[in-house]
């Protein structure tokens, strides 16, 4: 059986190697859109997360199989069809993720100083189509909407000691911007209270414990909870201790004449309303939030509007408010309100052979263990319905044969496994010669020019 499977980042990846490790005689081949594989795992983990990129040793191991193909620079729904896919292979699998952030929608939010956090990561991390961001970092206050690990990540890139970030794979273009940034103060900003957080206790221990920096929570946000956390959940229960304990904490002295630190705050029970700009119009100046009660508990609470409303001056505005799937072909089934591929355990609705996994499968949510169990389930059904019939593999199907034709009738040269490994190598020797572990090239003709295409 021919398998393909579009999206070479974690999703795309563990559906592959489930496939290839039960399926003796499977064949599995890999679609990116981007000449580079890897997806969030390259463009989305924070640069100073080293150790959460060490899955990219185990989807190598699985590209390099004899039983699975790379090809990138190929754009699925634009240069080959999932109809022209779906003749050519037995089965079809998208697992190409949450390419768009949601929108606050409300105004103001298109002003400059407003970026998102999916662009805004993407800038740091070398995303091709993130390069022109250039964000404005001269400002002394960045709020960050969002209390999810996307939004920690973004206020300790904002205030980590620039030495800190010099030995990462952080793009030389970001710690130029970043060296000259006048931030100091970034607030954190969720519509719903502490219990409510999406951050994990790992990656708020690390915004605690950053040099330099001090937190400012505000125990009056913790009043009672010590009661409410009883019962909770381990994982919540630690999470929340700890930010009373943070919150209760009393300030360090600033010695006499030494530089007062960075500071990072969270700030509950606050939905924006505008963004507020500045008396010209040509910028943001703040933003207006109303401030909230929570109906219900724990993860269901919802926030309702007070009818009081607050602002707070910042100059940089940063939303963090999830990522967000679209649909690639109009043969594809796509449920715009939830965003994803319907689908049950993976296999799209109406559309014998079709299947999806990831974020474009169950929404963009969850790390990449998650996306790793996730993509599995995908795969067994996969490999359900070879067993059982429901995929009949007696027509031979041509895979890239096909598809290779079809793509250089419209002039796409795809990109091999070991074309990204020419790349891998020259990232990894200019890191070399700036002492990081990788220096990533982020325009998509450079890193055709060093294959040769």
Known sequence: ??????????????????????????????????????????????????????????????????????????????????????????????????????????????????????????????????????????????LILGHGNVALDIARILLSPLQLLRKTDITDSSLAALACS????????????????????????????????????????????ENAIKDAPRPRKRLTELMIKTALEKPVEVQAGAAAPREWGLKFQRSPQEVLPSADGRRARGVRMALTRLEGSGDSAKAIPTGDVEELECGLVLSSIGYRSLPLDPAVPFDSQRGVIPNSSGRVDGVPGLYCSGWVKRGPTGVIITTMNDSFDTAQSV???????????????????????????????????????KIDAAEVSRGKAAGKPREKIVDPVEMLRIIGH
């Open 182 to 225: 006048k931030v100091k103060r970034v607030w954190l900003v969720g519509r719903r209270g502490p219990l409510q957080v999406a951050f994990t206790i790992k990656e708020l221990r690390e915004m605690i414990n950053l040099p330099g920096t001090r937190a400012v929570l505000d125990s009056a946000d913790f009043t009672g909870l």
């Open 1 to 142: 059986p021919r398998v393909c499977v579009v999206g070479s980042g974690p999703a795309g990846f563990y559906t592959a190697q489930h496939i290839l490790k039960h399926h003796g005689g499977a064949l599995v081949d890999i679609y990116e859109k981007l000449p580079v594989p890897f997806g969030l795992v390259r463009f989305g983990v924070a640069p100073d997360h080293p150790e959460v990129k060490n899955v990219i040793n185990t989807f190598t191991q699985t590209a390099r199989s004899e039983r699975c193909a790379y090809y990138g620079n190929v754009t699925v729904g634009r240069d080959v069809t999932v109809p022209e896919l779906r003749q050519a292979y037995h089965a079809v699998v998208l697992s190409y993720g949450a390419e768009d952030n949601r929108v606050l929608g409300i105004p103001g939010e298109n002003l400059p100083g407003v970026y998102s956090a999916r662009a805004f990561v993407g800038w740091y991390n070398g995303l091709p189509e993130n390069q022109d961001l250039k964000p404005d970092l001269s400002c002394e206050t960045a």
């Open 383 to 421: 490999l359900e319905d070879l067993q059982g019939g429901v995929l009949d593999v007696s027509p031979s199907r041509e895979g890239f044969g096909v598809v290779e034709s079809i793509l250089r009738s419209r002039g796409v040269r795809p990109v091999s496994f070991s074309d990204w490994e």
